[in-house]
């Protein structure tokens, strides 16, 4: 994931991960209208683009959208290996009652995000673990029975709620732990470079010589560009790790990651709190903007290049409705998916939080609720069984959220009911 948090992103986070294949297409080097290109099969080959210079434009490579890839579970031994274990966990004494707001919770997000959980795991042996290191989870067969039960898209928030308390049980894991938000931006881009939109966002290179040079020696002669932007927001978007492109005509595309080069990352709103230009409460990412603006081309290029990592993008054709993909190889889906830490909870488990939440940007102090997500994402800051990152959606308006989302939440797992009265649950 990783999966825009104004001052918590400029002080660190990561980049979500992607899992896609690309293809390549062609378009006229214009910033008129174009006909989106039809998707090109995987099996056929893809069409040789020469490298792009500052002048020309540049061109997207867009991918088709493939089937669910989730990341690989290690083969199933005999015996499930001794697990890494969260706190304590038994199941709730009387079940839904115990959650404090449940009723009139709204769930529709989370079984649109388990809906496609389900259709990935449809593909799994039925005797394989979740996660081998985590069999208090089950194996897939014990999820085929409430993945059939699931209602379909046309489902609504009562059809939902009651799904969940027919098909499952709360489980606590005990304790607090934080929770932050993320959201994937939109940006405005420009397929030619000017006065104001002069940054370029890259594609992989071809080399990983060149794909692992620091970030000052990455540069549209070593890549191929896919669009310019303005510094602030490409620089935001590598550390969202994806976002959406929209060209002046009105034509989108997802910036997909597709890689960076093996550098640490370095916040450049610590670099200018350390030379007294803002201070911890005043850093945001306006305040960098107007920074920038204020100092020019040359010193902003500066700033930038104090951070070593670069992230590599590709394009895809946006789905209306969805996320980016996450670490399990699923689209995101707007206050349904979670990213956790992999160690401690499979990709796919049902998550029930509670805690405060923002209802509206600069709300920091937030409002007192429950949400329902999905453990469909990880990332570099995420560390521990009861630290989350819940994806907020695409666009400012998410933005605005997300970045003042940062409190303590309780958690429970919700657990088909044989599973979790079966005693695998029971430390």
């Known amino acids: 994931m990783w999966a825009l948090k104004p001052l918590i992103l400029c002080l660190g986070f990561g980049a979500l991960g992607a899992c896609t294949t690309t293809n390549k297409h062609t378009s006229p ?14 099996s056929e080959p893809a069409p040789v683009i020469p490298p792009v210079d500052v002048d020309p434009a540049p061109v997207p490579i867009l991918a088709p959208e493939p089937d669910p890839i989730p990341l690989p579970v290690p083969t199933t031994p005999e015996v499930p290996p001794a697990e890494i274990q969260p706190p304590s966990t038994a199941p709730l004494s009387y079940g839904f009652s115990k959650l404090s707001f449940w009723q ?33 989870y089950g194996q897939y067969k014990d999820w085929r029975d409430v993945c059939a039960k699931a209602p379909n898209e046309t489902a609504d928030k009562h059809m939902a709620a009651l799904y969940f308390q027919k098909n499952f049980e709360p489980v606590q894991l005990g304790g607090k732990g934080l929770l932050t938000a993320y959201y994937s931006p939109q940006i405005d881009v420009r397929r030619r470079a000017d006065d104001e939109f002069y940054e370029p966002i890259l594609a992989l290179p071809d080399t990983a010589e060149v794909q692992n040079l620091p970030r000052k020696d990455i540069n549209v002669h070593t890549s191929k560009v896919l669009a310019y932007g303005r510094p602030i927001d490409v620089f935001f978007l590598q550390i969202q790790g994806s976002g959406q492109i929209k060209f002046s005509d009105g034509t989108i595309y997802r910036a997909a990651y597709d890689g960076h080069n093996s550098k640490e990352y370095k916040s450049i709103g610590s670099v200018l709190i350390a030379r007294g230009h803002m201070t911890k409460d005043t850093a945001s990412k306006q305040a960098i903007e107007d920074w920038m603006q204020a ?6 290029r500066a700033l930038i290049n104090e ?20 670490a399990a190889g699923l689209a995101l889906t707007s206050m349904g998916s979670l990213a956790i830490d992999p160690q401690y909870h499979p990709y796919g488990a049902l998550i029930w939080l509670e805690g405060k939440f923002p209802a509206r940007a600069g709300d920091y102090i937030g409002e007192d609720g429950g949400r329902l997500v999905v453990t469909q994402d990880t990332g570099g800051a995420i560390k521990g069984s009861l630290r989350g990152d819940v994806f907020f959606g695409i666009g400012d308006e998410a933005g605005a959220r997300a970045g003042v989302m940062k409190h303590q939440a309780t958690w429970t797992v919700f657990l088909p009911k044989a599973l979790a009265f079966a005693g695998a649950l029971v430390s």
């Open 295 to 300: 100092v020019g081309r040359e010193k902003t």
């Open 307 to 326: 951070n070593p990592r670069y992230v590599f993008f590709k394009t895809e054709y946006v789905v209306e409705g969805e996320g980016p993909k996450g």
């Open 104 to 136: 009139g919770a709204d769930t529709l997000a989370a079984l649109t995000a388990f809906r496609r959980t389900c259709a990935a795991w449809a593909k799994k042996p039925e005797g394989d673990w979740l996660n081998p290191r985590l069999p208090r």
């Open 29 to 42: 080097p214009t910033d008129a209208p174009i006909a989106a290109p039809e998707p090109v099969g995987p």
